[in-house]
């Protein structure tokens, strides 16, 4: 039985293994690509190893960072993504936490209504909420955050609601005899209980707000602020057709590597908090 | 007690969620739903034009032509969730009995597996678009900007790349907790591991079939960004789904009547993904009473 078992284990492994060397393959084809000169990527020859005539180092590189403005991109959507998710953190968590400890027909009826906006497709408000923003001028990286708030709140109290069900009431009771009032319980009290679940939340949001390319792209001024998503879709089409492919799979490998990175550092809150968000959504 | 002096403090914990939620969400969906009966091209100059939009968005008006009708697009959309969500949850949870096995490797092969989900759609719609046209090149297969068949097969291997790691994951939360009791009984009463696969292990995971059905659905219906980068709707509006449908139908052409016409459809897509996660709540909730 156990002999039996060693030999399908390294075959199903062996399987796996290829299965996984598959999954990494269009990272590592944009990585050889990226590394080849221009005119040197032609649709035919994606497959192909860079050699000495079609290599040209970093340069990809340094042009997509120099010329095409991808630092700023950069700074741009980790300003974005960084103001809107502690928006969210801290702004809804404190909504969720009224809404379950007030009862009342406002309380519920709001709460229908963040569960109701989690549902509706973006497709349905972009238009007016676009020409909303721009009114209330809310359309530069460094303010984008309050549109982020307003439409990802519905998740956030959601998510933030179903845990706080969970949690007793006597501790907070315990500190407001103790003379806390309702702002100090909150802040000393309920958010370091609520922790687990912020992580959750920051991470669905942050993955959410990092990638979205359709928000910032009908809120903020195109031409003088791009994130990276709109950097990608935007800045290497050329003239009749044409793409800078060189720089276009040097600026994915930059927008990919970091992701990998926190990936990699925080992995199993990831994949916990993931897990939390679908379960519950 | 504690209730009347928190509601006391209602400005400071609901206010800034509430007014960012007026602004993100409920006044642009209020005047969405006015604009939907309306003919426009900005929010202050509009004309009422009662149901005139919807009848054209369902394609009911006889001299009205639409370059990409919505209903084109509802059938495209259906055909690609529907082997999207076969596909993904077969290949997931096999994925997810493979990695519950304890093999050597398995956090290796997860954490793989998952990585593809942490990528945007945009990105990821040109790394497939490249790699897809090279592989039609070396076939002497139409590129993807003229093959509608290549258009919808290249969705489909995106969205089973980047969607099997996430529902991995909650299928391998769904069948850890199986009470390892149950298998050995089971194994013990002489079943064969077929038997223990289909009579204890999937109906035991029927609750978590049942979410990663309806996310691998919703996510069918809304996708958009991986549309837009990989096809654009080429050939001829042949791959646009509904989301890109909505997005060029506002965006894409000049004049008034689209602006309406656009957000018309978008209330009828809000109706029926509505519709989809109401079907899924009652879903949901039945399978919570059975257990």
Redesign the interface.
């Known amino acids: 039985m156990k002999k039996k078992r060693t030999i399908s284990d390294i075959i199903v492994t062996l399987i796996m293994t290829v299965m996984a060397l598959t999954f990494v393959y269009p990272i590592f084809m944009v990585l050889i690509n990226s590394f080849k000169a221009n005119t040197s990527i032609s649709t035919d020859s994606v497959f192909q190893l860079p050699d000495e005539a079609s290599f040209v180092g970093l340069k990809n590189y340094v042009y997509a960072l120099e010329a095409k403005g991808f630092f700023d991109s950069f700074i741009y959507s980790l300003f974005i993504t960084v103001s809107s998710v502690l928006a969210i953190c801290i702004c809804c968590s404190m909504c969720a936490w009224f809404i379950t400890r007030v009862k009342g027909v406002i309380s519920s009826a709001l709460y229908y209504l963040f569960v109701f906006s989690m549902v509706v497709p973006f497709q349905m408000v972009m238009f007016t909420l676009s020409k909303t923003a721009d009114k209330l001028d809310f359309n530069t990286p460094w303010n984008i955050w309050i549109i982020y708030l307003g439409f990802g709140a519905g998740l956030a109290v959601f998510m933030f609601t179903g845990f706080m069900k969970t949690i007793p009431l006597e501790i907070e009771e315990a500190a407001m005899i103790d003379g806390c009032n309702p702002l100090q319980t909150y802040f000393k009290v309920v958010m370091p209980m609520l922790k687990p679940t912020m992580v959750s939340v920051a991470i669905l949001e942050a993955m959410w707000v990092w990638n979205d390319y359709l928000l910032p792209t009908l809120v903020l001024d195109i031409k003088e602020y791009q994130t990276i998503p709109m950097l990608i879709q935007t800045s290497f089409k050329g003239g009749y057709g044409r793409v800078e492919m060189g720089a276009m799979m040097a600026c994915i490998m930059l927008t990919v590597i970091p992701i990998v990175i926190v990936y990699l550092l925080g992995q199993k809150h990831i994949i916990k908090g993931v897990a939390a968000g679908a379960v519950k959504g | 007690m ?2 009347k ?6 400005p ?3 206010i ?3 007014g ?10 209020i ?2 739903v006015y ?1 939907s009966f309306c003919s426009f091209t ?2 202050e100059k509009n004309k009422w034009v009662g149901l005139d939009n919807y009848i054209r968005a369902l394609g009911l008006d006889k001299d009205f032509k639409d370059p990409s009708p919505l209903t084109d697009s509802l059938w495209f959309t259906v055909a690609f969730a529907i082997v999207s969500i076969v596909l993904i949850n077969v290949i997931a949870f096999i ?1 997810a009995l ?1 990695l519950t ?1 304890g ?3 398995t956090n ?16 990821l719609g ?3 678009k ?2 897809i ?2 592989v039609l ?2 076939v002497g297969e139409p ?1 993807l900007a003229l093959n509608s068949t290549a258009g919808f097969w290249g969705l489909i291997i995106l969205m089973v ?1 980047q969607q099997v790691g ?1 529902m991995m ?2 299928y391998i ?1 769904g069948l850890q907790s199986i009470p390892e009791s149950l298998i050995e009984a089971a194994q013990i009463d002489g079943a064969t591991s077929m038997q223990t696969l289909f009579k204890i292990k999937l109906p035991m995971v029927m609750s978590s079939i049942t ?1 990663c059905v309806f ?1 691998t659905l919703t996510n069918s ?2 996708l ?2 991986q549309n ?2 990989l096809t654009n709707g080429d050939p001829a509006n042949s791959t646009t789904m509904l ?1 890109l449908n ?2 060029k139908t ?1 965006y894409d052409r000049i004049g008034a009547s689209w ?1 309406g016409l ?2 018309a459809k ?2 009828l ?2 109706i029926l ?2 519709g989809i ?1 109401l079907i899924q709540l009652k879903a949901t909730r039945s399978k919570e009473v059975q257990q």
Do not use: H
């Open positions: 504690q209730e002096v928190i509601k006391r403090y209602w400071i914990f609901v800034p969620t509430l960012a939620f007026a602004i993100g969400f409920i006044w642009p969906f005047q969405g604009l900005t929010i994925f493979v096995r093999l050597k490797g290796i092969f997860r954490t793989i597996f998952f990585m593809p989900n942490l990528i945007g759609g945009v990105v040109y790394i497939w490249v790699l046209n090279c090149l070396l590129l790349w996430y994951i909650i939360a979410i996310l219906f809304k958009f960004d837009m980068a989301a909505i997005y506002f602006k656009g957000q978008a209330v897509f809000s993904v509505i996660s």
